[in-house]
């Protein structure tokens, strides 16, 4: 558990927590979940010190449920926040290993599962981890996974914003100014990793459309595709989530009076519009990307109705050429049909050079047909 001390230009780390928030700051309680349940007493303890009340025991659950989904609930003290953020790539590893070594421990594999064949790797980071916040007016509460980059990154970032506020006399501070700004910078930057996730999806979608649009492809890795669509499916609903639990809260900042960020009335309304346009912002960041992950999922449709199509084309063509060439052949059959007879009379039957007549006539049939069928496009190759 670390525990930071905000002011308006600084920021310190504390050893325990303190008797009282600093009265131009705020203090921010993050730690790993695996400790929550450990740390509890201390965190009910700086919830009533700090923020002047206790953590409800269903919110505690809340905080402390990994598989908790983006949620928003609020009480008359604070607001409580779970915001579930993309993991990274070792995480989704671990992950894949821990499930294979589950299925090795039950004796349905010995080998770590494999990705599809053909499929596309970045779908498989499709998977993310739940951070929650307790947001009191002077006293932030963050629980994430182990080892989270979005806690750690930010105190790194806020370290060299007040090492540079302090450096530099005329600078404006960029620290947050309370933990509901605070929580709405991890939140966007949270988001900013989805938008980020966007451009490897997008080329490695189109990658596979290219495999699937070519001329004589055979593809038959339908598997990965239809596991490709259901990530897509859980990406949408992971953001429709996170949309409705922000613009809950976004409407909470709306409807909370003026006297809650200042008792100056002008710096009370500066504070709100901040929190609001930030609040839109990560809802506008939120929207970008279920708009794409909709976008690419009907690019992926679209994708294999085309290349259904263009099967459908080719075995078209081919029957078209098959078609033309049996009627080529369907005289020339008659005419041999016609001369195998077992009539004892047949015209040119007997007459010398017969053969080489019938013979000359089913070529100039056969020529004529083909110039007709081929006048008419129906041998002519669809262009491609």
Request: glycine share 6%; charged share 20%; net charge negative.
């Amino acid at each position: 558990m670390q525990i930071i001390e905000f002011t308006a230009d600084s920021l310190r780390f504390v050893d325990s927590i303190p008797a009282r928030a600093p009265g131009d700051g705020f203090v921010w309680i993050f730690l790993d979940r695996d400790e929550f349940e450990g740390q509890r007493a201390q965190l009910q303890q700086a919830a009533h010190q700090l923020g002047g009340s206790t953590l409800l025991d269903l919110h505690c659950q809340d905080l402390g449920s990994p598989a908790h989904p983006s949620h928003y609930d609020y009480t008359s003290v604070y607001d409580l926040v779970i915001f579930r953020r993309l993991a990274t790539q070792t995480e989704t590893q671990a992950e894949a290993e821990h499930e294979a070594a589950i299925e090795a421990y039950h004796g349905q594999g010995g080998a770590p599962r494999k990705r599809a064949r053909g499929g596309l790797p970045a779908f498989s980071r499709i998977s993310s981890r739940a951070v929650g916040f307790a947001v009191f007016d002077n006293l932030l509460i963050s629980v994430h996974p182990r080892g989270c980059y979005a806690a750690r990154s930010f105190v790194e970032r806020f370290l060299a914003d007040a090492k540079f506020s302090v450096d530099t006399v005329s600078s404006r501070s960029r620290l947050p100014t309370s933990p509901a700004d605070l929580v709405l910078r991890m939140v966007n930057a949270m988001v900013d990793s989805y938008l980020d996730l966007r451009k490897e999806l997008t080329r490695q979608l189109e990658h596979w459309q290219a495999e699937l649009l070519k001329p004589h492809s055979r593809f038959d890795n339908w598997g990965s595709l239809m596991a490709a669509r259901g990530q897509l499916h859980v990406l949408e609903d992971l953001c429709d989530e996170q949309h409705d639990a922000m613009q809950e809260w976004l409407d909470s900042l709306r409807e909370q009076p003026l006297s809650s960020f200042s008792t100056d009335p002008r710096a009370a309304q500066g504070a709100q519009d901040q929190l609001v346009a930030r609040a839109r912002d990560v809802i506008e960041h939120i929207e970008r990307v279920v708009h794409h992950a909709r976008r690419l999922e009907q690019s992926a449709e679209t994708v294999v109705q085309i290349h259904f199509s263009a099967q459908s084309n080719r075995t078209n063509d081919i029957m078209r050429t098959l078609t033309a060439l049996t009627a080529i052949f369907l005289p020339l059959n008659l005419i041999a049909g016609i001369f195998g007879m077992n009539f004892e009379f047949i015209p040119l039957i007997h007459v010398h050079g017969g053969f080489w007549w019938a013979m000359a006539s089913m070529v100039l049939i056969a020529v004529a047909l083909l110039v007709v069928f081929w006048r008419k496009r129906y041998l002519a190759q669809t262009e491609r």
